[in-house]
Each structure stands twice: as C-alpha cells, then as structure tokens.
C-alpha cells in the first residue's frame, strides 16, 4: 500500500506540473514529427541517393576522362594519317569529311567507355553486394531502377554533347584543307546524333547489367552486340540484319548512313527499350541474395 500511495503521489504531481516551492512546472512533450518534405522521399529522394553514388566512385570519373582521351587520340590518328598520305603524294590518300571523323572517333572508341560505365552503373553494386542497401532503402525496385536512369541518360546526354562538339571542332581543325567538304546541317546532324546516341547506350548497358548481374559478362555481350555480329552477319549475306542492330543504327545516327538517322535513331531507342523493360521485370521478379 506505502508502494502504491508513493506511486500515485508522484503520479499526482507529475500531473499537476508543480515544484516544491509552488512554482508552475513547464511540461515538454515531444515534437511529433510533421509530414515528409517534397523531396525528402519517392522518386526524387532515390535520384538524389543515386546522383550522390554515381559520382562518388572513382570509375566514374576515370571512364569519362578515357573517353575524352580516346576521341582526342582517335581524331589525331586520322588528321595525322590523312595529313600524311598527301604529304608523301599518295595516289589513293585517304580523304574524308570533319562530321564524319568525328562520328567515327565516338563509334569506334568512345562508346565503349559509355558502354562501361552503363555497366557499372548497376554492377558495382552487385560486386559490392550494396544492391542490399539499396533495396531496403528503395524497396520499389522500379524506382531504383528509374532512378538511374534519370541520373545516367542526361549525364550522358550533356557528355555526347561536349565530346562531339570537341570531336568535330578537333577533326576541322585536323583535316585541314585535306577534308572534304561538309554542309553546316551535316555538322549539326552529327553533334546531335552524338549526343543522342550515347545516353541510349548507356541505358541500353545498364540493362543488360542487371541482367547480367556481373560486369564481365554483360560487358561481352555489348562485345558481342556491338561489334561481333556486325562484323559476322554481313559475311553471310546478312548486311541488311545487321543495320538493325543497336552498333549499326547508332553509327548511323552519327554519320548519317544506314537507314538514316531518324529510323536508325528508332531503332537504337527499341534497343533500349527492350532493355529497360527486361531488366524492370528480371530486377522485380528475383531475389538479390
């Protein structure tokens, strides 16, 4: 009973909120915590999250100075081999215009440093085994995948537009008077083509890479995608199957040829696409153990 009576006298004057000297007692309650601030969650809280890790690796910052560095060094050989070849009188000099060099350094080189960095994008990730992470904090995991995919395409798309600018501006000034002749339109159809390609790349890689799950595998496929059966399908008399492969149709994109760059530009798109949507269902429907 002495218990129960101590109990209740301190429960009393908890209650009334009064000290021994008779003063009022201020009672602090906790804060209740207000609604979640627009951003602080959803969709624009996982682009932020994935913003943050996207340039907090250092591969990242590492495969966009390759990609400076071979267009730089891919737009040199040729100035300097064409340079060469009609310095020294030769009959069959190679010859060719400042868009299309360009076009070529990006297709030939640069997308492949795209390609890996779409990769990664996902892979390391699953290296790491921060896919867990991940997945706890964004449990929708066609948020997360959104996600990179909005921090990826523009970066993507801003760097296709500075490295073909640079490709074309480096292949002018290259060539020289031994360039052909190009009009303004072909040298913006190229820039653009550029930088429209390349962000579908790196998208269409990050799908595979979660299909994948592992960098060097799905890195041998794009291998194989890109370059392999372009090269194969044409010594079979499959040259026409070939221009509806993704390499095909964005060199196409870039240079003009091929189906021309509108229906190429469609083409690389349903790539992506297909990509996307695959890599949505396989990352939605397995278990990341």
Sequence with gaps: ??????????????????????????????????????????????????????????????????????????????????????????????????????????????QWCVAVLGVLTITSEYSTGTIRSTLVWVPDRGRVLLAKILVLAPVMLVFGLVLGAGALGLSIVGLGEYGDSYSTDDAYDTVLGIALYLPLLAVFALGLGVLMRGAAGAIAVLFVILLIFPIMLPAVNL????????????AAMMNGGGHGRPLSGLIVLGWTLLSALAAHLWLKRRDIT
């Design 1 to 110: 009973m002495t218990g129960q009576t101590r109990t209740g006298q301190t429960g009393q004057a908890g209650q009334a909120g009064r000290t021994r000297s008779g003063q009022a007692m201020t009672v602090r309650t906790p804060r209740r915590l207000g609604p979640p601030r627009p951003g602080d969650g959803g969709l624009t809280g996982a682009v932020r999250s994935e913003w943050v890790k996207f340039w907090s690796v250092q591969s990242t910052w590492w495969t966009l100075a390759s990609g400076v560095a071979l267009m730089i060094g891919g737009v040199t050989i040729a100035a300097v081999s064409t340079r060469s070849q009609h310095a020294q009188g030769v009959p069959e000099a190679f010859t060719t215009s400042a868009p299309f060099v360009a076009a070529q350094a990006i297709g030939y080189l640069v």
């Design 239 to 250: 040259a026409q199957v070939a221009e509806y492969l993704p390499g095909d149709a964005g």
